[in-house]
């Protein structure tokens, strides 16, 4: 009996053979062994309307974003420009003139 290498997706060692795939009978997942694995923990950014984010773009809000501990709050159209991308819940950091350094999440965000 041949030995198969485990699921990329859920680890399970009772993965067989189906014509010249690789298939996984507890979460179904087929995968052609001959090609390169697909990296799964690439970080993507993207924005409102699905555009990818890099780092050093610059961004318009789509919306008021209120500010914690400031009256103000940052106003639909504001241009922010460099940003950098962080992997975390608010994963853009950036600088936005008249507020200093601030975290925003992409969703609210369009590539400009």
């Not at 919306?63 to 420009?81: E, M, Y």
Request: with cysteine.
């Amino acid at each position: 009996m041949a030995e198969f290498p485990p699921c990329p997706m859920c680890k399970s060692t009772y993965t067989y053979e189906m014509n010249y795939l690789l298939v996984c009978p507890e979460c179904g997942h087929e995968w052609n062994p001959n090609e390169a694995p697909v990296s799964e923990d690439t970080f993507v950014v993207k924005d409102c309307n699905g555009n990818i984010l890099q780092n050093g773009d610059s961004v318009v809000t789509i919306k008021n974003l209120p500010v914690k501990g400031s009256a103000q709050s940052i106003k639909a159209g504001t241009k922010v420009r460099n940003i950098r991308l962080v992997d975390s819940d608010h994963n853009i950091d950036c600088k936005i003139d008249g507020f200093g350094a601030m975290a925003l999440k992409s969703e609210f965000v369009k590539k400009a």
